[in-house]
Antibody
């Protein structure tokens, strides 16, 4: 079955870190990029970053630079998102979503036009991260 | 960064209604908009790509229109199963951005 299965809910204190996993199954892991997207309570979706499971290349949204790290384990077809120095504003549901990979780079800069279409064609169910003292 | 303004935030419909959701971009993004449906506790479902193309397997009651800065998702003959949160995504320029979402309730 083609799916992305995410790890369970987490409760963390301010200043702590959290590591959320996204395990892919039913397709070739290295043929799809993985995005991370989050949704804070009452807010819209916000793109966090992207990883290429094939070569571990990443690109992060500006506001998360320095706090987020995305990694992958090709032996278990799992992608991880590590977020450090948590604040109450990081309380959100974090989603992973896949996109077909291509020969194009993912190291875009803000404002760059994409040179391909993007799909976000398969999503995980989300992981609730609650930051609370 | 392209801002997507989605409206309405909430709409209530009766089975059989035709409903429309708007997604307006802060700059010209050609047809680089996708639409998604998300039900509580479920993974989001990809329903419309490139503004107007129905994703295979999705009910033809869903349709998309628009180009440039104004986009619309239309649901014809709405059914109770269509109750969900709908959002748009732009993939014209980096970073990817999303509309604020629309919750559709079926009376």
């Amino acid at each position: 079955q083609v799916q992305l299965v995410q790890s369970g809910a987490e409760v963390k204190k301010p200043g702590a870190s959290v590591k959320v996993s996204c395990k892919a199954s039913g397709y070739t892991f290295t043929s799809y990029y993985i995005h991370w997207v989050r949704q804070a309570p009452g807010q819209g979706l916000e793109w966090v970053g992207i990883i290429n499971p094939s070569d571990a290349t990443t690109n992060y949204a500006r506001r998360f630079q320095g706090r987020v790290t995305m990694t992958r384990d090709t032996s278990t077809n799992t992608v991880y998102m590590d977020l450090i120095s948590l604040t109450y504003e990081d309380t959100a549901v974090y989603y992973c979503a896949r996109d077909p990979s291509s020969s194009h780079r993912i190291t875009y800069a803000y404002g760059d036009s994409f040179n391909r279409d993007w799909f976000f064609d398969l999503w995980g169910r989300g992981t609730l991260v609650t930051v609370s003292s | 960064e392209t801002t997507l303004t989605q409206s309405p935030a909430f709409l209530s419909a009766t089975p059989g209604d035709k409903v429309s959701i708007s997604c307006k971009a802060s700059q010209d993004i050609d047809d680089d908009v996708n639409w998604y449906q998300q039900k509580p506790g479920e993974a989001a479902l990809f329903i419309i790509q490139e503004a107007t193309t129905l994703v295979p397997g999705i009910s033809p009651r869903f349709s998309g229109s628009g180009y440039g800065t104004d986009f619309t998702l239309t649901i014809n003959n709405i059914e109770s199963d269509d109750a969900a949160y709908y959002f748009c995504l732009q993939h014209d320029n980096f970073p990817w951005t999303f509309g604020q979402g629309t919750t559709v309730e079926i009376k």
